[in-house]
């Protein structure tokens, strides 16, 4: 087989060991977005490698992924707001709220570049380009939108629960990743680049790795109070219980 098809198929195994995880240690249910987006990834890499690259199926398999994965993507996102910001529900709708609007502005963009490139050859090949300008839009907007939440989760002592972290972290790692082979393919000469999707291929393998390695059986803390570890955690905590009931305000009016 070539090594992308080889890195392609590895990258799946990785996927469906990370689900098994998942659902091993009882996760789907507090993580069924994060969960739901593994598993479309690792059914459809495995469906990638049994089909023809050359064959229409193989095409229309593909529009379908692209499709069906900002959804899964989109649904995860919002599920990482929540498992963050639980205990803050002003900050966790306000954070909803910046993501739909996100993705409104992805969409618009993306539609603004086929009107106004639409049949003027400058794509130069096929249509394919609109479909990878919307892909790399949408993944990349939910690439920024994720890296603000990995900076909030750095910056505030919230107490999560571990596996909280490795799943939001990891699963942001490949989202990047994602959004990287569509840049790289959307300016390549055939909109497929092949060195860097073996490239990404491997390395989004590894990170499922590394997903299934670090995850960890444990249990919520009894009491569900946070301990101020450091003397700076309770003015930050206190910070966030303020932007918090101003942000509920606001959602209120």
């Known amino acids: ?8 198929l590895l990258q799946g195994v990785a996927a ?11 996760l789907a249910r507090r993580q069924t977005a994060l969960l739901s987006f593994v598993v479309f990834n690792c059914v459809t890499l495995l469906l990638f ?3 023809r690259s050359s064959s229409p199926l193989y095409f229309w398999v593909f529009i379908a992924y692209t499709v069906l994965n900002w959804a899964a993507g989109f649904w995860a996102v919002r599920e990482m707001f929540g498992l963050s910001m639980g205990a803050y529900p002003g900050i966790r709708t306000a954070a909803r709220w910046a993501l739909c609007a996100t993705m409104a502005l992805a969409g618009l963009l993306s539609a603004a570049v086929t ?11 096929s249509n394919l380009f609109y479909i990878e300008v919307a892909d790399r839009s949408f993944l990349f907007s939910l690439a920024v939108i994720v890296a603000g939440l990995i900076f909030f989760l750095s910056r505030y002592p919230l ?5 909280t972290y490795v799943s939001c972290g990891f699963f942001s790692a490949i989202l990047l990743c994602q959004a990287a082979a569509d840049l790289f393919d959307s300016v390549s000469a055939h909109l497929y680049s092949y060195e860097s999707d073996l490239a990404i291929s491997l390395v989004c393998g590894v990170l499922y790795v590394g997903w299934t390695a670090l995850l960890r059986r444990e249990e919520a803390p009894a009491n569900g109070r946070i301990t101020f570890e450091k003397p700076d955690e309770r003015e930050l905590l206190g910070e966030l219980e303020a932007m918090n009931r101003l942000l509920g305000r606001v959602g209120r009016r």
């Open 16 to 26: 469906l060991a990370a689900a098994v995880r998942l659902l091993s240690l009882g």
């Open 1 to 8: 087989m070539p090594p992308i098809t080889v890195a392609e």
């Open 49 to 51: 490698v049994s089909l």
């Open 159 to 163: 107490h999560l629960l571990r596996n």
């Open 115 to 125: 009107v106004s490139s639409w049949g003027s050859g400058r794509n130069g090949r």
